[in-house]
């Protein structure tokens, strides 16, 4: 018997998903993990290898590496879309992730979902030339449109609702507590016998 699926979602999964996790909590505990190695001027890449779900550790079968730049006008190389636009992507993923698993869950069958997402940043901010510039966006605008076998305002009701569940939305449009520490590098085990031989 084949798995019915809604907006390509086995809803019995889903439904299992959240029902184990109603009954264990412990479950719905998640970690997600980045690693990130600078190369040139603007240029680096992030590595995802693993993260922790479901009470276990996982791996992806293979490592995914995605890469960032600036544009040449803040002399970058321009090789890849930049730290902001990699933002704004996480956020219209998982905004349409989560109108698509929320409306599976209804049995709303959608048939396209596109975006639009625009973010406002003053470089006063990043450059520190202005203190009272935040050096972040100052406003995101975000426009799903959405084609889909349902009326207008279940479609303006699940937008509310992806919003509403959204991780990175949240993430985004709330503050959070953010740790940063930055500290020295150890030398390479070869660089440091080379060093201790010298001596």
């Known amino acids: 018997m084949t798995a019915k ?4 979602v086995e809803v019995a999964r889903l439904a299992e998903t959240i029902d184990a996790i109603r009954h264990d909590p412990a479950l719905a505990a998640c970690r997600y993990r980045a690693s990130n190695r600078w190369h040139s001027g603007g240029y680096n890449e992030t590595t995802f290898t ?10 992806h079968a293979t490592p995914f590496v995605v890469s960032a730049d600036e544009p040449p006008f803040l002399l970058g190389s321009g090789r890849a879309a930049g730290p902001v636009e990699h933002m704004l992507h996480a956020l219209a993923a998982c905004l ?41 966006c100052s406003t995101i605008r975000v426009v799903l449109r959405v084609k889909a076998k349902a009326p207008p305002e279940t479609i303006a009701e699940l937008g509310r609702l992806a ?8 993430i985004v449009s709330r503050g959070l507590p953010v740790s940063v520490a930055a500290e020295p ?12 031989g010298a001596d």
């Open 5 to 8: 699926t809604v907006n390509g």
């Open 96 to 136: 349409t992730t989560t109108f698509a698993y929320h409306a599976a869950a209804r049995g709303i069958e959608v048939e396209e979902i596109d975006s639009r997402l625009e973010g406002d940043i003053d470089l006063r901010g990043f450059f520190g030339l202005d203190t009272k510039v935040r050096s972040g």
């Open 163 to 170: 919003q509403a569940r959204s991780p990175v939305f949240d």
């Open 50 to 59: 693993s993260f922790y779900g479901a009470g276990a550790e996982h791996r």
């Open 185 to 196: 590098k150890p030398p390479s085990a070869g660089r440091a016998l080379a060093a201790g």
